[in-house]
């Protein structure tokens, strides 16, 4: 089961105990996922189509409780998705599908015809809480996140550029950033930070889905630190050995051309040293020399050592 998928059965699991909260959600649901059809003079349908089997329990049961028509459920094969099972909703009455869709802000009647609206209904805006049903719904009808293992991204999809419009609007509202993009014939509101995400799971009531995005995101930073105290160790360890091998190729120099006897007591000590422990670091050839000495002092008498490897 994808990410999207399981957060949308979550938000399936809420209970509602508000009138209002409910029909907002399902005012969005079938704005955003709902296909209508003219039967006739002043009839009209609608159905809501998805693949997800808690999506369709969940509008039968938004529709009973508000409105208390016939609904009728049926699947169907899909043959654009290989034969997977689609679950199709829709009430049996078009005069109570009409009566349905204008109180739920879908349809409006203007001098004396009736048209598609494309505003969320301003019943809706007046309070907070059916404003975050309304993006829940918006959201169960044709939105989508994507696994945050992989990207951080929530979208909204729909074919109206004006109510596209609107949905920005709306969940800019709640201090979000998001922005609209038209995606072939279709106009996509979208985030893509992650807190903003966060954010809006908030509003909507997806907390499963929000505790797993902050997880993945702890999980991911701790990697993102150990990646880079790892890194930051190997450049320093290569660093260190390319160090070594130059100073040992400088040593060799010497030897082979004047001798280490030729050096300092203090330059042919540490030489005689680097060349036992190739591998060795500044602080560990310094802790072998009797008295002990310091990286710096080390360091210096090794850079003393190349000078001479440089002039013979």
């Not at 369709?56 to 290989?82: C, G, P």
């Not at 809706?124 to 959201?139: C, I, W």
């Not at 609007?169 to 995606?183: A, C, D, P, T, W």
């Not at 930073?221 to 070594?244: D, H, Q, S, Y």
Request: proline share 2%.
């Amino acid at each position: 089961m994808s990410f999207s998928s399981k957060t949308k059965n979550d938000l399936c699991r809420i209970e509602h105990t508000n009138n209002e909260t409910s029909a907002a959600e399902l005012s969005a649901m079938i704005h955003m996922g709902g296909s209508l059809r003219f039967e006739g003079h002043k009839r009209m349908t609608f159905q809501i189509k998805t693949e997800n089997p808690a999506i369709a329990r969940y509008v039968f049961k938004l529709i009973k409780a508000l409105y208390k028509v016939e609904v009728e459920v049926r699947t169907v094969k899909s043959k654009q998705f290989k034969n997977r099972n689609q679950y199709i909703v829709k009430v049996v009455s078009a005069e109570e599908s009409m009566s349905m869709l204008k109180d739920l802000g879908i349809i409006k009647d203007v001098d004396g015809y009736t048209t598609l609206s494309y505003e969320v209904p301003e019943r809706f805006k007046r309070n907070r809480e059916p404003l975050k049903a309304y993006l829940r719904g918006a959201f169960l009808g044709a939105g989508s996140i994507s696994d945050p293992e992989k990207a951080y991204h929530m979208e909204f999809v729909t074919s109206s550029e004006e109510f596209a419009t609107e949905l920005m609007v709306l969940v800019n509202s709640f201090e979000l950033g998001s922005k609209m993009i038209q995606r072939k014939n279709s106009y996509v509101v979208y985030l893509k930070d992650s807190e903003q995400i966060v954010t809006l799971l908030s509003v909507i009531g997806a907390h499963g889905a929000l505790l797993d995005i902050e997880n993945i995101r702890i999980m991911k930073g701790m990697r993102n630190n150990v990646n880079r105290i790892v890194n930051c160790e190997t450049a320093n360890l290569t660093k260190t050995v390319e160090a070594a091998w130059k100073q040992v190729e400088s040593i060799e120099k010497i030897k082979s051309r004047i001798g280490l006897e030729r050096l300092p007591n203090n330059l042919r000590e540490i030489a005689e040293l680097r060349l036992n422990n190739k591998e060795a670091s500044l602080k560990e050839l310094g802790e072998m020399m009797n008295p002990p000495m310091g990286k710096s002092g080390v360091n210096h008498r090794l850079k003393k050592i190349e000078e001479i490897a440089q002039g013979l």
